[in-house]
């Protein structure tokens, strides 16, 4: 294959991404469209990203306080205390969103990041209380490992998932 080649299949894979991250449930036909490519070969690049793990989901942006359900972070800073592979093997384990069902939160982002604090939380719950019942568990669940928690509430989110929300302007109400 040129290098050409290989080029313009990484731009066709990149103008593809861009018209899923805008609207994945559009229909194949139109995101087809505003790339310039035909349906088949937009099917085709879609089969290959998700093949090469570069899509690994489709989801739905939603109004948590339309579902009466508040958006909160948890920012985690660990101690300097080395994390054993039992504790990442519980972190990325599944079995955690049965835990966090029964609390009625539902995780939406889990990061490990660098900077300030290592690990980001996002996630929707009824109120502040299980919010804070869930930063609580955390810190039991990982004792010794977790020095401090902060949980930031979410009033108005601008954009969610590259998409700007519909309803951004109440912002203007709350500043």
Known sequence: MTKNSREQMEQ??????????????????????????????????????????????????????????????????KNLKNVNENIVETIISPKWDDIIKEMKITIETSCYTHGCYDWVIMFTAENIMQAKKFSQLLCKRYPGLIEETQILQTLKCIRKQYVLNPERTALKKLV
Request: with cysteine; charged share 35%; proline share 0%.
């Open 12 to 77: 066709d894979e990149k103008k593809l991404l861009s018209e899923l991250v805008k609207n994945s449930k559009e229909n194949l036909d139109k995101i087809a469209k505003q790339c310039g490519f035909s349906t088949q070969k937009a099917w085709r690049i879609i089969k290959q990203l998700e093949a090469k793990g570069l899509i690994w989901g489709y989801t739905a942006v939603f109004d948590e306080e339309k579902l009466g359900l508040k958006h909160y972070m948890i920012m985690i800073k």
